[in-house]
């Protein structure tokens, strides 16, 4: 009798004794670990930023403990493709990403990043932002520092003094290279420069990210330009925001998406990218001709104010019109024009009418060169077939991005694409059209992005992997977001944690920023 009275007592000291200690537990959550496979319940155990348990009826005791019951524990998401430079300080917390479910941005895309990739993340760990950065290379402002917005060759001396930033970049963090080959001046080069910049970056396992030389007509000529540069350099491959572009390319995806497919059977690394949305968004110069945009903006204006070149640019824009097979130029429509605001929002067709012009298509075309003589805007470009972006979303090493920066709330009318990708894709495709499943989906947003970018201990909920965790509800998820009112917060996302802090409970910001620069795998240590 006295023995088992001894081990009541013992049997509580033994059990405390086993217990473990945490800064946050998360209980009783349906698991998806970002590997595919499909959900189980249990807890995820947090101590000093890294994940130290994973499993059902964890024994832990912790500080912060969150109750997951009916909702969704997963990795936090990586969006692969963003353009974070120069809107860094707008908004530090990066709420519109923090409250989508993103711990992790890649920045640098389409050939625009810093160029002293060591000083730019240096200055993000200084800054302190809620969430992690990495950044690319991008070619346009490597070939700016060195021959400005030239529109010809680079001499061997040139290619040189480019390979020798790239090289750096990728020695103090770069996670690859990229190109953005409708921007100037990248459309200027020729694919052997692109190649042999790709090199560099190959060297130091870095991968290739490109937005193509053409997205539209001209769509699988790019994608073999961009495998040719894969093939050359022996370097990943990573095509940005897929798509097809006009409305007389609808359909083409049946053409595109088997081409990466064979590729993938030919050796090459190819992964794809992709925002769930049929309109695109960039810079409204885009509709001008290359050779119009060399140099700087008085070099512009005055090839726009010569009436033989103005001519030909009306000319130009009223052909690719007409392959749209439009009448009038309402399918772009500005989000931030910085000479005048009251344009915000509005597509070409209207701002036209608004100065009072007759209704048509030339004076349409005018009222763009217009914009481009006063600085140009950032616009959002309606053309895009539903049945392409889910027969692109349906391929299965195609990760989601927003191709968006940190989002000042309420500036201009951005594409909404910046404040509800992944909501986006959770709510529409996965819950409402079960076009994808809800592992695969997270499988995208999470371990993919992390296996392609090289970022080793992120992407999974697994024990020493860094604490980047999203926990959401998986009926309420939704993206709010839209071209109207694109000002609006995603929901659904109750916890969000970045390193190991608790950064968004019950979908409120706490303010606190616990992102880290990450480095790529040249970094000198």
Avoid at 292 to 313: C, E, F, T
Avoid at 449 to 463: M, N, S, T, Y
Wanted: with cysteine.
């Amino acid at each position: 009798m006295k023995s088992i009275f001894f081990c009541l007592l013992l049997c509580p000291l033994i059990i405390f004794a086993q217990q473990k200690n945490c800064d946050i537990i998360i209980h009783n959550g349906k698991i998806i670990d970002g590997t595919g496979n499909s959900w189980f319940y249990g807890d995820v155990a947090v101590q000093d930023g890294k994940i130290i348990g994973i499993g059902r009826r964890l024994n832990f005791t912790a500080t912060k403990t969150i109750d997951a019951t009916g909702l969704i524990v997963a990795p936090g998401f990586i969006d692969v493709h963003t353009h974070l430079e120069g809107d860094e300080t707008k908004d530090p917390n990066a709420t519109n990403f923090i409250l989508d479910g993103v711990t992790t941005c890649i920045t640098g895309n389409c050939g625009s990043s810093n160029t002293d990739i060591g000083k730019y993340l240096e200055w993000i760990d200084s800054l302190k932002l809620s969430i992690n950065v990495a950044t690319l290379i991008g070619h346009n402002d490597v070939r700016k520092a060195v021959m400005g917005k030239a529109n010809r060759d680079a001499t061997a001396d040139e290619l040189e003094q480019m390979k020798s930033i790239v090289d750096k970049a990728m020695r103090d963090g770069a996670v690859g290279f990229s190109t953005g080959l409708i921007y100037i001046p990248g459309t200027y080069t020729k694919t052997p420069e692109i190649a042999e910049l790709a090199k560099v970056a190959a060297k130091y396992n870095g991968i290739y990210a490109t937005h193509m030389r053409d997205e539209g007509d001209s769509v699988t000529y790019a994608i073999d330009e961009a495998l040719t540069v894969g093939r050359e350099a022996k370097i990943p491959v990573e095509i940005s925001h897929f798509k097809l572009s006009g409305q007389q390319n609808w359909g083409r995806s049946k053409e595109t998406v088997p081409m990466i497919e064979a590729a993938r059977k030919d050796g090459i690394e190819v992964t794809i990218d992709q925002y769930p949305y049929t309109a695109s968004s960039t810079s409204i110069s885009t509709l001008i001709p290359d050779e119009i945009l060399a140099d700087n903006q008085d070099s512009i204006n005055a090839r726009l104010q010569n009436p033989q070149l103005r001519k030909s640019v009306i000319d130009h824009m009223l052909e690719r019109l007409k392959k749209r097979k439009l009448k009038h130029f309402s399918y772009a429509v500005v989000a931030y024009y910085k000479f005048d605001t009251t344009y915000n929002g509005k597509s070409i067709e209207q701002i036209n009418l608004l100065k009072g012009n007759k209704h048509t298509k030339e004076k349409e075309a005018e009222t763009i060169i217009d914009i481009m003589m006063h600085g140009g805007a950032s616009a959002v470009f309606h053309g895009m077939s539903e049945d392409d972006v889910k027969r692109i979303m349906k391929y299965p090493f195609n990760m989601f991005a927003s191709d968006a920066s940190i989002r000042e709330f309420g500036a201009g009318m951005p594409h909404p694409r910046g404040y509800g990708t992944n909501a986006r894709v959770l709510a529409e495709y996965v819950r409402d059209q079960h076009l994808i499943s809800l592992e695969e989906a997270i499988r995208r947003m999470t371990s993919l992005p992390a296996q392609k970018f090289q970022l080793h201990d992120r992407g999974l909920l697994a024990e020493g992997y860094a604490a980047d965790i999203v926990v959401f509800d998986e009926i309420k998820v939704q993206d709010i977001s839209t071209y109207d009112h694109p000002h609006a917060y995603s929901t659904g996302f109750k916890y969000v944690i970045v390193n190991g802090v608790l950064t968004v409970e019950n979908e409120k910001h706490l303010g606190v920023r616990a992102g880290h620069a990450l480095y790529g795998p040249g970094v000198l240590k």
